[in-house]
Structures are given as structure tokens and as C-alpha cells.
């Protein structure tokens, strides 16, 4: 009977002992679940840092893209008020121009009247293909529609300064005062209304100015100008070759010289062998913006 109960003991201790082992190699459900989250959280969160480092990166690159952008529009801001700031060139009492200073005295003005009548655009783009700075005298009867409103604009953003011719091209001597005043001021609020800033040069036509009219350009912060030479509006330069040879062997022609041109066809043709011409004698051309003007 001892030996029985005995055995019987030994029965439930191994039945116990069996079951602690068990609990302890197998995790239950909760466990398991608990561990696979955490592992999960560990997976996310290092998605997480990446996405978060590439777009630090990317921020980074879009700033210094931003601070690049930044510093060219400093210095081309910087480059014109710089300009702006030293002219290089002031008119005299002859409407030529004489340097200030140490700049170049074998050069010339270039400008053309009328524009934008018919080939003002084509002569725009031969005088950016051949790195020459000119004004362009606008009339205002030329600027009414929105193609030649278009054109004045293609003009100014080439780079070329827009200079007030009245507005319809009409002798200032043969008019009153309020009629000058009409051919002037609503001319220079038009072009501001299409290039955003108003004209700094005017030259009446046939170079008829009266006191009046030279006071009213100055009040305007515009300075005066008429011309040195010019030939293409007389019938025996209206074609290439006369225009051409009249434009570098007139005895006008000399340092600081102002040279008068138009929109007409011939000039445009004429124009590049004129340019050429004049770089073959020596000449430099006058940037336009480096001028003395009223408010420089």
C-alpha cells in the first residue's frame, strides 16, 4: 500500500514538471502578436527616416537651386544699376557724344527712326546677331494694334532702349503747345503701357523742336536728341549700295557721331555691310544705356 502511494506521487511530479516545460518553449498567441508588432514598428520606422532623409535631400537641392536662381538676379540687377549708375558717354552741344572719363572715343550712335513701321523686328534681330546696341524712336501710330504692340515689345526685350518720335510724326513748329504736348506725353504713357517703363530719350521729327517742347521733354526726364547725319530718307540712298557707301565715306563721320536710320527696307538691307563697314574703320558703338541722361 506504501509503495502504491509512493509511485503514485512520483506520477504527479513528473505530470507537473512536464507541463512548466511546456509554457516555457511555447510563447502563447498574445506573445507571439507582441513581437511580430514590434518588429513591424522597427520595419516602419525605418521607411520612415528614409523617406524623411530623402526629403531633407531634396528640400536642400531646391534651396540651393533657390539661392543659385537668387544670386544671378542679384548680379544682372547689380550689372544694371551699375550701369545706370556710370555712364560713359555725354551729349554735346552737336548732338554727337564725347566720353567721360577714360572710355572709347572712336565710336558711334546708332538709331532708327520710325519703328515699328515694316522691318524694325529684322533690324532688331541683325543688330543682335552682330552684337550692336542701338536706340529705336518709336511713333505712336505704330503701336496701336496688337501685333505692332507685340513688336515694340519682341524690340524692348532684345534688349534695345525705346526712344519717344511723337505720335504722329508731325512738325512741332506747326503746332500749339497743347497740340506738342499731345504728340509727346501720351506717347511716352503708351510705350510705358507696353514695355513697362517709360522712354529716357526723344527726337522730334525732321528735327524741329521749339522751346516749348524742349522744356516739356525735359520735364519728362527725357534728354533731346537730333543726329549727327543721315541719308536713307533722300531719294538717292534708297537702295543698298548708295546707302551703304554715303553712310562710311561722308566726311561727317567721326568720333562720337550720331547716325540717323528709318524702317525702310533698303536700310535694313543696307545695315550689316554699314556695320561691318564701320568696324572696319575702327569704330566701337555706344550702348545706349551708358549715355548721360536727365536722370544719370
Known amino acids: 500500500m506504501k509503495t502504491k502511494y509512493t509511485i503514485g506521487i512520483l506520477l504527479i511530479l513528473l505530470f507537473v514538471v512536464g507541463c512548466q ?21 522597427t520595419e ?41 549708375k556710370t555712364p560713359k ?8 557724344f564725347d566720353p567721360i572719363d577714360d572710355a572709347d572715343e ?9 519703328a515699328p513701321d515694316e522691318h524694325a523686328v529684322e533690324m532688331a534681330e541683325i543688330l543682335t546677331e552682330m552684337d550692336v546696341p542701338a536706340i529705336f524712336f518709336v511713333n505712336g501710330h505704330f503701336i496701336e494694334s496688337e501685333e505692332e504692340k507685340k513688336a ?14 511723337t505720335y504722329d510724326h508731325k512738325n512741332l513748329k506747326e503746332l500749339t503747345e497743347e497740340e506738342q504736348r499731345e504728340q509727346i506725353i501720351p506717347l511716352s504713357d503708351k510705350i510705358e503701357e507696353i514695355i513697362g517703363e517709360r522712354p529716357l530719350f526723344f527726337r522730334a521729327p525732321h528735327g524741329a523742336n521749339t522751346d516749348y517742347a524742349k522744356k516739356l521733354v525735359k520735364e519728362e526726364g527725357m534728354l533731346l536728341m537730333n543726329w549727327s547725319f543721315g541719308y536713307d530718307f533722300k531719294a538717292d540712298y534708297m537702295e543698298k549700295e548708295a546707302l551703304t557707301e554715303i553712310m562710311l565715306e561722308t566726311e561727317l563721320l567721326g568720333n562720337g557721331s550720331n547716325l540717323l536710320m528709318h524702317d525702310r527696307e533698303w536700310t535694313k538691307e543696307a545695315l550689316p555691310d554699314i556695320i561691318t563697314g564701320l568696324r572696319d574703320k575702327g569704330f566701337g558703338f555706344i550702348d545706349p544705356y551708358e549715355i548721360q541722361t536727365i536722370e544719370s
Open 21 to 41: 516545460t511546456n509554457d516555457e518553449a511555447e510563447p502563447n498567441d498574445h506573445q507571439s502578436e507582441t513581437a511580430q508588432d514590434t518588429s513591424e514598428d
Open 44 to 84: 516602419q520606422s525605418a521607411e520612415e527616416i528614409d523617406k524623411e532623409e530623402e526629403t531633407e535631400v531634396e528640400e536642400a537641392d531646391d534651396s540651393a537651386d533657390e539661392n543659385e536662381d537668387d544670386q544671378v538676379k542679384e548680379e544682372q540687377t547689380n550689372d544694371t544699376e551699375e550701369k545706370e
Open 89 to 96: 558717354y555725354k551729349m554735346n552741344d552737336i548732338f554727337g
Open 106 to 114: 572712336q565710336v558711334v550712335l546708332m538709331t532708327i527712326d520710325d
Open 152 to 165: 515694340l515689345k519682341q524690340i524692348h526685350e532684345m534688349g534695345f532702349p525705346i526712344g519717344n518720335h
